[in-house]
């Protein structure tokens, strides 16, 4: 996107005209709004990554020989 806006300045200056800073300057809004939207969901995809796993249980209830509560990162031992 940054090429766009360089070759919308570089390319429109032919003829002794002066460059065509409106497609430029659309070219970088355009993209400073991209970029807004896209930290705005990757925070939001972590918050919610965050949430669920805090929702994870630590703990779980197995059946040995009798009832016990272990903790979940000993799980695969058992396997």
């Given at each position: ?13 032919d ?5 065509d ?18 930290f ?23 059946m ?14 058992l396997?």
């Open positions: 996107m940054e090429t766009a806006a360089i070759m919308a300045i570089a390319l429109t200056n003829g002794g005209k002066p460059p800073w409106q497609d430029f300057v659309g070219i970088i809004t355009l993209h400073v709004i991209n970029s807004t939207i896209g705005i969901k990757e925070n939001n995809a972590g918050n919610a990554a965050a949430a669920l796993m805090a929702c994870l249980a630590l703990k779980a209830k197995v040995l020989h009798l009832f016990t509560e272990i903790s979940v990162a000993c799980l695969h031992k396997c």
